[in-house]
């Protein structure tokens, strides 16, 4: 006999704390941007793990390199060098602004890291870090408080102390926040988490001679949008700014859990031996990942692709939202992060969407109650999004009929 859905979300409702909604579905297998269930349904994946499988699930040169990894060595600690980290940490820092790499578990934590940094590299009295209206940076207690939406902090103060939310889009403003306590400014260059919303680069080019005129450090969050997926190994190219500190996680190792906290050398200075440490830290097998996944992005075309497949999807969201101009009115974002922005009659209807493209086979989110989210694998074919779009456009089509 088989165990269904049904079974599975039964018995994993008795022994969850209940800190996710979930979709009534426990997935089983997964190729390329397509899943498939415990009933045997099969899913077109637009959510990739939450920006995550960007090579598509069991991509077989990084189920290989997991594999061969998982049966030469698996953990040591930092105590010890391992082969895998110090080449990943070679294509990361060969292929950014960074010379010196700091190895962590997920994006949380390599947030953390970049505020520890920040923190210590300061003169002292220095320690608040100014973020964004919006952003999101993470579940830690600091990473909370970093987080610009108060939905997060509600339930947990006290939080720590040390920091600043400035209004979203206005130099100004964070220029008004600036203080002789002030030691750093972090956001990421397009808000993922609240709606897909990207930072102009006037605005991020604002921000940076903020930083510079007062000795700030610049921390950009790319663990949602580096790693390809807006077009460019890191969306930080694209926009005529250089962050001091980068911070990556999601797709970094394709599915498996692995961050990274990428600065410069002067900067990196400031942590010591004993400074901070992860016991897992880019463990051999996760590294061993993310250095096949780098391997495959790096390659030649696998980039461009990347836009070209962007422009495809807007075009197609575009294309919907002009069918339904109640319910839609654009798209906005990066490469293969893009949002489809609703009314308000659209934002109401939001979940309903979701739930609906999920019984016709096609995951999608709804992120920062605004906007529906598509991030896609970075390998998806034109055909995949001419599928989503057409279930979408079914979708909305039932939905105003
Ligand atoms: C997902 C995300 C995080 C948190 O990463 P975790 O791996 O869940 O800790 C932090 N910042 C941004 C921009 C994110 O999208």
Redesign the pocket.
């Known amino acids: 006999m088989t165990t269904t859905n049904k079974d599975w979300t039964a018995r994993g409702d008795q022994v969850f704390i209940g800190t996710y909604n979930r979709f009534p579905a426990a997935m089983v297998s997964g190729k390329g941007c397509w899943l498939r269930d415990a009933d045997g349904r099969e899913y077109l994946d637009f959510l990739a793990g939450?920006?995550v499988c960007s090579l598509g699930h069991c991509h077989p040169d990084i189920t290989e390199a997991i594999c061969r990894q998982a049966g030469e060595l698996v953990h040591v600690s930092n105590l010890f060098h391992t082969i895998p980290q110090i080449e990943l940490a070679e294509l990361l820092t060969a292929n950014s602004f960074a010379d010196r790499v700091f190895m962590a578990?997920?994006?949380?934590?390599?947030?953390e890291a970049a505020i520890k940094l920040a923190r210590i590299h300061s003169s002292a009295g220095r320690y608040e870090i100014i973020s964004l209206a919006g952003?999101?940076?993470?579940?830690?207690l600091a990473?909370v408080a970093a987080t610009g939406q108060t939905r997060f902090h509600q339930g947990f103060e006290p939080l720590p102390h040390g920091f600043v939310h400035a209004e979203f889009g206005n130099p100004d403003a964070i220029a008004g926040l600036v203080n002789e306590r002030t030691c750093a400014i972090l956001c990421?260059p397009l808000?993922?988490?609240s709606g897909v919303r990207p930072l102009d680069p006037g605005y991020l080019q604002a921000i940076r001679k903020l930083c510079d005129r007062h000795n700030l450090l610049l921390i950009f969050?790319?663990?949602?949008?580096g790693m390809g997926r807006t077009g460019t190994l890191f969306a930080y190219e694209q926009l005529g700014v250089t962050p001091d500190i980068m911070?990556l996680?999601?797709a970094l190792g394709n599915g498996l859990?692995i961050?990274a906290m990428l600065t410069t050398e002067a900067i990196a200075a400031s942590f010591t031996a004993g400074t901070h440490a992860s016991t897992f830290g880019g463990n051999p097998v996760t590294a061993a990942a993310a250095v096949a996944t780098m391997k495959i992005m790096l390659a030649d075309g696998f980039l461009a692709a990347v836009r070209e497949k962007g422009h495809y999807l807007t075009a197609r969201l575009q294309e919907v939202a002009d069918r339904f101009p109640g319910l839609a009115t654009g798209v906005r974002g990066r490469g293969l992060l893009r949002g489809l922005i609703l009314t308000e009659k659209g934002i109401d209807l939001g979940p309903e969407i979701v739930d609906r493209l999920f019984k016709q086979g096609v995951l999608i989110n709804f992120a920062g109650n605004r906007v529906l989210r598509f991030v896609p694998p970075l390998i998806v074919s034109d055909e995949e999004i001419d599928i989503m779009a057409h279930r979408l456009d079914a979708v909305l089509e039932e939905l105003t009929a």
Do not use: L, M
């Open positions: 939450i920006a578990n997920s994006g949380a934590e390599a947030n952003s999101f940076h993470g579940r830690t990473t990421e808000q993922g988490e969050d790319e663990v949602q949008t911070t996680a999601k859990p961050g």
